[in-house]
Nanobody
């Protein structure tokens, strides 16, 4: 079992930056792939980015965040990060991290992920 806790959300002006963290419990976390998803009010949850267990072997980004967001992980700390730069009002959403038992899974579909956090709110003002 893995428990995921997101942190780092908040209110930021357009053009600003935030760094989200996804801290995990469980000794096998370093073998899991991890993704970030987000859900804006009135919209379906959508894929943001994902990283494989090793970090270097596979990374995937949604087109809407390419060049602005960066995912990384520190397996020694059981933590995955999402650095968000040049934030836009349309990035406003609850951001969730999710872990996949398949350490190479960086897919965009929710059903590919086995564990989910509770989410952290990100609000970008114009």
């Amino acid at each position: 079992q893995v428990q995921l806790v997101e942190s780092g959300g908040g209110l930021v002006q357009a053009g600003g930056s935030l760094r989200l963290s996804c801290a995990a419990s469980g000794r096998s976390f370093s073998t899991y792939a991890v993704g970030w998803f987000r859900q804006a009010p009135g919209k379906q949850r959508e894929f943001v980015t994902a990283i494989s267990w090793s970090g270097g072997s596979a990374v995937n980004y949604a087109d809407s965040v390419k060049g602005r967001f960066t995912i990384s992980r520190d397996n020694a700390k059981n933590t995955v990060y999402l650095q968000m730069n040049s934030l836009k009002p349309e990035d406003t959403a609850v951001y969730y991290c999710a872990a996949a038992l398949d350490g190479y899974h960086v897919g965009t579909k929710e059903h590919g992920y086995d564990y989910w956090g509770q989410g952290t709110q990100v609000t970008v003002s114009s």
